[in-house]
């Protein structure tokens, strides 16, 4: 767990959306399989920029404009219902 946490404040600083902006490439993001989300909500916790959240339907949803692409959400779905596009 201690790895998991050090990726979470490591990711703090990081963002795939500046690096990509600045390099002309296209955005990745972040989508939800609706079907396979249970709401655990571990996304929700692991968001550095607390980009997710699951209110009102327990279904995870992606705040794009807050999400930086570091991917963190994604190690710790436990569902696999997070993907990057």
Known sequence: MGFRLAAVRKAKNFSWKQKNEAAGTEQMSVKVDQVACTGCGWCIVSC??????????????????????????????????????
């Open 48 to 85: 550095p920029q607390d980009a997710v959240d699951n209110r009102p339907s327990f279904v995870a949803r992606i705040d794009e404009d807050l999400c930086t692409q570091c991917l963190v959400c994604l190690d710790y779905c436990p569902a696999g219902a997070l993907v990057e596009r």
